[in-house]
């Protein structure tokens, strides 16, 4: 964080992406003096070598604010803080597009968890349109650390992690944990039954599939700390996540 910066608290969560000549990271911060000092906005750096101890160097220009048709800071009736947070990259028939973990306005105060799209105009990663959420079921609190991916069956599958004390989904019992839903169609995730992958009695949160390890689900461990292995494998495989023929003026 920049304690000059409008990031002038902690990083959070976010995303890698390969780009020519680098490596770009967009992230979660917040700053002490908007709303409450929980409004999160998305930032970006860059590194020359991600595999060293080359400095990551902010793109102070960048700071992707929330907009409609999303909740633009905290409502204080509601079971959680704002979200706008865990930015997820994606390539789809040559354009890129990013997911958050958000808030939809309209939905009932506790189930207000949404995954937002953005796309970024002319593939531009300084200059984003914000499209209507591709999942906003109802019944969580929160979606945090939306992922996208391919299944066997060739669907999209939507995965994403919640608290069992914010999830109210129909069919899931209150597990929690890291859960899915599948479409075949990229900006259409309808409210059906999600799919619980790891619960969150596995005591991993946050977690990430790994492709490279067919599928196998790795995230934070809420009771030890760090990042461990689940010995669950999903299969799921990348969607298009190659940005190598971007680049971004420093």
């Given at each position: ?57 902010r793109i102070p220009s960048i700071r992707i604010k929330p907009d409609a048709p999303y909740e633009l800071h905290h409502v204080p009736e509601d079971l959680t803080i704002h979200a706008w947070r865990d930015p997820f990259l994606f390539r789809h028939e040559e354009q890129i597009y990013m997911l958050l973990s958000a808030k939809d306005p309209e939905r009932a105060l506790g189930k207000k968890g949404a995954v937002a799209l953005l796309k970024a105009r002319n ?128």
């Amino acid at each position: 964080a920049d304690p000059h910066g409008w990031d002038d608290t902690s990083i959070w969560s976010g995303d890698i992406i390969k780009i020519q000549g680098g490596y770009l990271m967009f992230y979660t911060s917040r700053n002490q003096a908007t709303d409450d000092g929980m409004t999160q906005n998305i930032g970006v750096a860059f590194t020359h070598h991600i595999q060293s101890f080359d400095r990551w160097f902010r793109i102070p220009s960048i700071r992707i604010k929330p907009d409609a048709p999303y909740e633009l800071h905290h409502v204080p009736e509601d079971l959680t803080i704002h979200a706008w947070r865990d930015p997820f990259l994606f390539r789809h028939e040559e354009q890129i597009y990013m997911l958050l973990s958000a808030k939809d306005p309209e939905r009932a105060l506790g189930k207000k968890g949404a995954v937002a799209l953005l796309k970024a105009r002319n593939n531009n990663l300084e200059d984003w349109e914000y499209l209507p959420p591709i999942c906003q079921p109802g019944f969580y609190a929160e979606m945090e650390v939306p992922q996208l991916y391919k299944s066997a069956a060739d669907e999209y599958t939507l995965v994403y992690s919640t608290w069992a004390k914010y999830d109210f989904a129909p069919t899931t019992q209150q597990s929690g944990g890291l859960q899915g839903l599948s479409s075949s169609s990229l900006f259409d995730f309808p409210a059906a039954a999600p799919t619980v992958f790891l619960p969150e009695t596995a005591n991993l949160y946050a977690c990430r599939v790994i492709p490279e390890l067919d599928g196998e689900i790795v995230g934070f461990d809420i009771t030890t700390g760090g990042i461990r292995r689940s010995g669950v494998r999903t299969g799921l495989q990348h969607v298009d996540r190659d940005f190598s023929s971007y680049s971004i003026e420093m």
